[in-house]
Structure formats: C-alpha cells, structure tokens
C-alpha cells in the first residue's frame, strides 16, 4: 500500500532555487532506497524540501556533478522552462498551456573535518530542493484521485522540459558514459557478479534464447556509441518517475537532475521514461510486484501526457528514432538492479517473459498505448483520464 500523502492548503512553492529552509531544525519525514543508494526527505517549513540522495554499500563508482560548462547549459534551459511560464509562452516549436518541469540541481552535501584537521570534508552526498515529499513513483500508483492528476500533468510538463534539454548540443570533447547503459553492459558481460545478479543473468539467457540475447546485447552497445547523424544532445541520464517531484500546493514540479547527466541521442531519455511506463502496466496486466497488487491504474493517460508535452504539436513524427530500443533496455536494467541492489524475486521469472516479449515487438509495445475510446493510436494526445480503470 503507498505510504499516505496529504495535498496542502499552503501558497504555491517559489521555484526551487529560491527555496530557503525555515529557522526551525528540518524534520526527516521519507527514508527509503536500496543497496544502490539511500533517499533521506526533510521538511524545512512552508512548501519547502529537501531530497539527499547518498550513494549506499553497493554504489562502486563516486557520485558526481556536471562540470561548468554542462551545469550552464542546464540552468539554460531551466531559464527557458521559467521564462516560458512567466511569459504564458512556448517551449521548443509548440505553444503550449503549461511550461514545463522546472530542474533542480543538485549540490555537493559535506561532513567537515574533524577539529584540528585541515582536509577537505568527505562528501557524503548530493542534496536537492523541492517542492514536496513524494514522487510521481509513490503518487501515480496509490489510488489517490488528486495524486493521479498531479502524476499525469508532471509527466506533461517533464515531456517538455525533456524536449526543450534535447535542443542543447552536447559541447565538451568527452563524454560520460550512460550510467544505466554501462551497468546493463557489466551485467550481460558477466562483470557483474553478485549472487541475483547472476543467477538472474543465467535465467535471462535460458528465457532468451540465443538470439533475443545476441539482440539485446546489440542493442546495449549501439546505445553505448555517441550517436551518428546529429550528434549528441544534452541528456537528463536517468529521468524516471523516482525523480520527478511535483507541488502539492500548485507550484512548479521539478525534475531532479545533474547525477545522470550526458551526452547522447535523445531516444535514451524519452525511452527511459516510456519504458517504466511500460513496465509498470505490464506488471499490474501479470499481477507483478505493487504494481500487480495496488490499485487499477491508466497508466496510458500517463503514457499519453508525458508523449503530448514531448512532441507538441507533431505527434508520433517528433519521437526520436530508437525510443522503443531504449524503452527496452530501461525494463532490462531495473531487472538487472533490482537482483543486484535488492535481491532475488520469483517475480523476475516473468519479467524475463516480459522482455523477450519487447526484444521480440524491437520495443514496440512501448509506444502501444490505448486511446481512451479503446483502441490503439498512432498519434499520442492530451492527458485524459479514464476513471473506469482507476478508482
């Protein structure tokens, strides 16, 4: 059952860079997260959050932020997502109603030197301000009417935020790896060890078959490639429902960002999102995790909105080539995470059905979603919920 949530009566949220916490001591009221990374929610009076993300026992590499340049060009198009909504304008080609989410960056948390000692402190995590407690991941399945309609307009406005990121090129001679793709990578090699990790790999080959595994192994290495005609463009990395936050008081959602950041093709940002999306309908059809036990859930009006604000006005032609391949690899990694950061569930059986089923389709379940009257639609619209399958 989702933890419980209240939608505040309080003044919409300033932006969140102009958060500022109360006089009073913050109250820690979330604590969750894997053997991956630990999340530690304060509240700092008014609408004002905080969100530390601090890397736990099984997070090999350090965390790290954007260099200058690349932080420059985040609070670029923060600037353009705020002066849009100010201006009741567009973002990107389309005009839109809403702006979109407003990004927040992250900020290095430190724990000082012992006295006497003159080093550096250690840096035991990145800390970043919002405008709530919970994300669209803990409120778009709880069977909460308001929560869902905060859920499918956040998703609307990150469609748009992502879109407006993707007309930044990437302008530094290197590049990071794709931290996803690199974890997904080390599983399928076999560098990845741990006990779930590769029991699950073992059973994923079994499921697979040769070639669907030949197939996916492809396809984790094309997306490790810069990509050709085009170049890279500036990407969030890892935009999932886990980091976006929207305003229970009517404010700004906000986009957590600056961990994952990249260069790359664009298809890897939207296709991340879509193939959450996607998993987590799957799962509730098959009965499987929370998802298979919460409540009914349209998750296509969600799928719908976070494509409507990516694409404005130009429908399925503006979705990047690649989207469903990418949607793919996201429901291949959070297996991969999932028994390597939390542990084995007999669950993973099936989800090894599942993805055969997106290597099989090259993804395309992904961006197969039902229109409200039914049917199946080539073109994604507006957010529009259907309330016979979400009570």
Avoid: K
């Amino acid at each position: 059952m989702a933890e419980p949530f209240t939608v505040s009566s309080a003044p919409a949220a300033e932006p969140p860079g102009g958060l500022r916490p109360s006089e009073a001591e913050p109250v820690t009221v979330r604590e969750y997260g894997t053997r991956y990374l630990r999340i530690t929610v304060r509240y700092h009076g008014g609408t004002g959050f905080t969100w530390l993300r601090a890397p736990g026992p099984a997070h090999a590499r350090p965390q790290c932020l954007p260099p200058a340049l690349v932080g420059a060009a985040l609070r670029r198009v923060d600037t353009a997502v705020r002066t849009a909504d100010a201006a009741g304008t567009r973002i990107g080609n389309a005009a839109e109603d809403r702006s979109g989410a407003r990004l927040a960056l992250g900020e290095w948390v430190t724990d000082p030197a012992p006295d006497g000692e003159t080093r550096p402190g250690v840096r035991t995590g990145v800390l970043y301000r919002a405008p709530g407690a919970f994300s669209v991941a803990r409120l778009l399945p709880s069977g909460d009417d308001t929560a869902f309609r905060l859920s499918v307009s956040a998703l609307a406005d990150v469609g748009r935020t992502l879109r407006r990121l993707h007309h930044e090129p990437w302008e530094l001679p290197e590049r990071p790896p794709h931290h996803g793709v690199r974890r997904l990578l080390a599983w399928i090699s076999g560098e990845e060890n741990t006990p779930g990790a590769t029991r699950l790999r073992t059973l994923a080959r079994t499921r697979l078959g040769r070639s669907l595994w030949t197939r996916l192994t492809d396809w984790s290495e094309a997306a490790a490639e810069p990509p050709g005609r085009g170049g890279a463009v500036l990407l969030h990395g890892a935009p999932s429902t886990g980091w976006l936050v929207p305003s229970p008081a009517g404010g700004h959602t906000v986009l957590l960002a600056g961990e994952e950041v990249t260069g790359g093709d664009p298809a890897l940002d939207l296709g991340w999102l879509l193939g959450e999306l996607h998993e987590l309908r799957a799962a509730a059809a098959r009965g499987l995790g929370s998802a298979g036990q919460g409540p009914p859930v349209d998750y296509p009006a969600a799928a719908h909105a976070l494509l409507s604000g990516y694409t404005g006005s130009h429908g399925t032609a503006a979705v990047p080539r690649g989207t469903a391949r990418a949607a793919t690899l996201r429901l291949a990694l959070h297996m991969r995470d999932f028994a390597s950061f939390v542990g084995w569930h007999e669950d993973l059986r099936h989800y090894c059905d599942l993805l055969a089923d997106m290597l099989t389709e090259d993804g395309a379940p992904a961006l197969r979603w039902a229109s409200p009257s039914g049917g199946l639609e080539d073109s994604p619209q507006g957010p529009r919920r259907n309330q016979s399958t979400h009570r």
